[in-house]
T-cell receptor
Framework: GAVVSQHPSWVICKSGTSVKIECRSL??????MFWYRQFPKQSLMLMATSNEGSKATYEQGVEKDKFLINHASLTLSTLTVTSAHPEDSSFYIC???????????FGSGTRLTVV | GENVEQHPSTLSVQEGDSAVIKCTYS??????FPWYKQELGKGPQLIID?????GEKKDQRIAVTLNKTAKHFSLHITETQPEDSAVYFC??????????FGTGTKLQVIP
């Protein structure tokens, strides 16, 4: 089946540094990828929709300068958390729609801790 | 935009019993309703889905029902097993791209 590989699975960084999270579609081409943020015991909140070769579409309230999204190829989308602060600590998850199918495949998530 | 409500937030059942999780959505134009299972520290996994032109779908012990008129959809798990313990999310898709998630249900199956 379709697999989305997300790395790293966890990362700890110092406040003020930047962190990049990668999502790769392994056996299919993902024209569109979605980036979610999930706080403990809460639901997934859509941050942005990433489209290959164009600018990402951010949800209301999400700082585009802080959460930089790049979707340079049909198999790779990256989320960079710039100048990270402790309040950015969260579980970040990407997903992609597989071709014309309805289903969305999710990555395994990245636990970001900013200290 | 779409708003999805999910109940209950926690659910404990004895092994072998059935579990039912219910969701409502706000926008009648939503056309696709997936259910996801999320284990601790992992990404969600699709377990079953249903499109708006179908009223019910079943896959072994899992079934989903959809009432478009009432804008309700439900997940039914029969003969629950301890490995069914996880957080379950319903979702609704408005249009062709964006998916809105419910608030999640933590299911505990007691052996």
């Amino acid at each position: 089946g379709a697999v989305v590989s997300q790395h790293p699975s966890w990362v700890i960084c110092k406040s003020g540094t930047s962190v990049k999270i990668e999502c790769r579609s392994l056996d299919f081409q993902a024209t569109t990828m979605f980036w979610y943020r999930q706080f403990p015991k809460q639901s997934l909140m859509l941050m942005a929709t990433s489209n290959e070769g164009s600018k990402a579409t951010y949800e209301q309230g999400v700082e585009k300068d802080k959460f930089l999204i790049n979707h340079a190829s049909l198999t790779l989308s990256t989320l960079t958390v710039t100048s990270a602060h402790p309040e950015d600590s969260s579980f970040y998850i990407c997903s992609a729609r597989v071709g014309s199918l309805d289903g969305y495949t999710f990555g395994s998530g990245t636990r970001l801790t900013v200290v | 935009g779409e708003n999805v409500e999910q109940h209950p937030s926690t659910l404990s059942v004895q092994e072998g019993d059935s579990a039912v999780i219910k969701c409502t959505y706000s926008d009648s134009a939503s056309n696709y309703f997936p259910w996801y299972k999320q284990e601790l520290g992992k990404g969600p996994q699709l377990i079953i889905d249903i499109r708006s032109n179908v009223g019910e779908k079943k896959d072994q012990r899992i079934a989903v029902t959809l009432n478009k008129t009432a804008k309700h959809f439900s997940l039914h798990i029969t003969e629950t097993q301890p490995e069914d313990s996880a957080v379950y999310f319903c979702a609704a898709r408005l249009g062709y791209q964006k998916v809105t998630f419910g608030t999640g249900t933590k299911l505990q199956v007691i052996p």
